[in-house]
């Protein structure tokens, strides 16, 4: 990613550079709004499914679940680990740690499995919603056509994509909610790298 610098200044017959990157900067805001708007709506009848708030609830007991057994079976392998590093130690002090290990693993990749038909049946429901980084495509379309004779299709896609991480962090880590934003705070106007 680069950043390109200018310097502004009047020029005769041209109008007013500054004009033209204020409203720029007022077309992104705008376009960031209406993809936030419709975010809003979507997670707010998403919330409202009965289904999709259970099985949610549920998803984050087995991945509660699941983190603890998985750091039980990290400090008995440290232990057994330690252990095995002194000489001193013989196998009989590392055999019930070792025993534990075994009859955590199986238990772990139960919760493991259950936790991702879970996370296949929220995805599903998701989806049902139109809560997906494909169809933020559909919905940046017409606002990159409305305003492509002053935005970029890939500067519309980078302020898409950073409304999308938004709406993830709502989905699936802590966020509350998705929050409008103020022109004084829009500070810059992105673009994807074209070249993979």
């Not at 007013?16 to 805001?29: S, T």
């Not at 709502?170 to 994807?192: M, N, R, T």
Request: glycine share 4%; charged share 35%.
């Amino acid at each position: 990613m680069h950043t390109i610098s200018f310097l502004i200044t009047d020029v005769e017959g041209y109008g007013r550079p500054r004009e033209a990157f204020d409203g720029r900067f007022y077309m992104m805001w705008k376009i960031h709004n209406q993809l936030v708007k419709e975010a809003k709506k979507r997670l707010s009848t998403l919330f409202c499914n009965k289904k999709y708030r259970i099985l949610r609830q549920k998803y984050h007991k087995r991945a509660s679940e699941e983190a603890a057994v998985k750091k039980k079976i990290d400090e008995l392998n440290n232990k057994i680990l330690e252990a095995s590093e002194e000489a001193e130690k013989d196998e009989a002090q590392i055999k019930p740690w070792s025993e534990k290990v075994k009859e955590l693993e199986p238990q772990y990749i139960e919760l493991d499995e259950k936790r991702k038909a879970l996370a296949k049946q929220l995805s599903a429901i998701q989806k049902q919603y139109g809560l997906y980084f494909g169809c933020f495509d559909h919905w940046f379309l017409p606002l990159s056509r409305k305003y492509r004779k002053h935005l970029s299709s890939q500067q519309v896609q980078e302020e898409c994509k950073r409304v999308w991480q938004s709406v993830c962090s709502v989905l699936y880590g802590d966020g509350k909610e998705i929050h409008f934003q103020k022109l004084d705070e829009f500070a810059s106007i992105s673009q994807c790298d074209a070249a993979f």
